[in-house]
Antibody, heavy 119, light 113 residues
């Protein structure tokens, strides 16, 4: 079965760090562009970061630029999001999403992992 | 950044009636090289991740009921549900994938009247 499974969320203090993981099954993650999309409680969707499979194909939204890093381990078929210097406004469910070949719309989403930034 | 704005924010429609949701982008998302509109629609039910409904503004994803249709070009787009069913209660989002950052509309909450 084709699926994505996120993990690594939790409660962290402002200024802290977390690393989210997204394990892919049923397909080879490295063959697709992948993104992280977040949703604050009761709010809409916000694209966070994208990893394209060509050199230089990494993008970040302005609110997370310089604080978050997206990466991929092909041997584990897993996507990561390293989140540093976390702020209260980063509190959200973080979804991992698979893009469709060369285009940045998403045909497969994980169930999400909740990140809460609070003291 | 391309700003994507949906209207209305919420909508109540009777079962069997038509529901129409609008999406407007601050600049055209029609890509000249492929003559396609880089605009997609998702459906999100409570406690679930978004589900892809329509891409290229008007192409229905496999398995999506044909009561869902998308239209529009350039900056103005519409999602239409021709005959509302109870299972269509959800929040609907449009998203542009013309350029990074890939921005979403704020969502339209669809309910039964």
């Amino acid at each position: 079965e084709v699926q994505l499974l996120e993990s690594g969320g939790g409660l962290v203090q402002p200024g802290g760090s977390l690393r989210l993981s997204c394990a892919a099954s049923g397909f080879t993650l490295s063959n697709y562009a992948m993104s992280w999309v977040r949703q604050a409680p009761g709010k809409g969707l916000e694209w966070v970061s994208g990893f394209f499979y060509t050199p230089g194909g990494i993008h970040y939204a302005d609110p997370v630029k310089g604080r978050f890093t997206i990466s991929r381990d092909n041997s584990k078929n897993t996507l990561y999001l390293q989140m540093n210097t976390l702020r209260a406004e980063d509190t959200a469910v973080y979804y991992c999403a698979k893009a469709v070949v060369n285009y940045w719309y998403f045909d497969l989403w994980g169930r999400g992992t909740l990140v809460t930034v609070s003291s | 950044d391309i700003v994507v704005t949906q209207s209305p924010d919420s909508l109540a429609v009777s079962l069997g009636e038509r529901a129409t949701i609008n999406c407007k982008s601050s600049q055209s998302v029609l890509y000249s090289s492929n003559n396609k509109n880089h605009l997609v629609w998702y459906q999100q039910k409570p406690g679930q991740p978004p589900k892809l409904l329509i891409y290229w503004a008007s192409t229905r994803e496999s398995g999506v009921p044909d009561r869902f249709s998308g239209s529009g070009s350039g900056t103005d787009f519409t999602l239409t549900i021709s005959s509302l069913q109870a299972e269509d209660v959800a929040v609907y989002y449009c998203q542009q994938y013309y350029t990074t950052p890939y921005t979403f509309g704020q969502g339209t909450k669809l309910e039964i009247k």
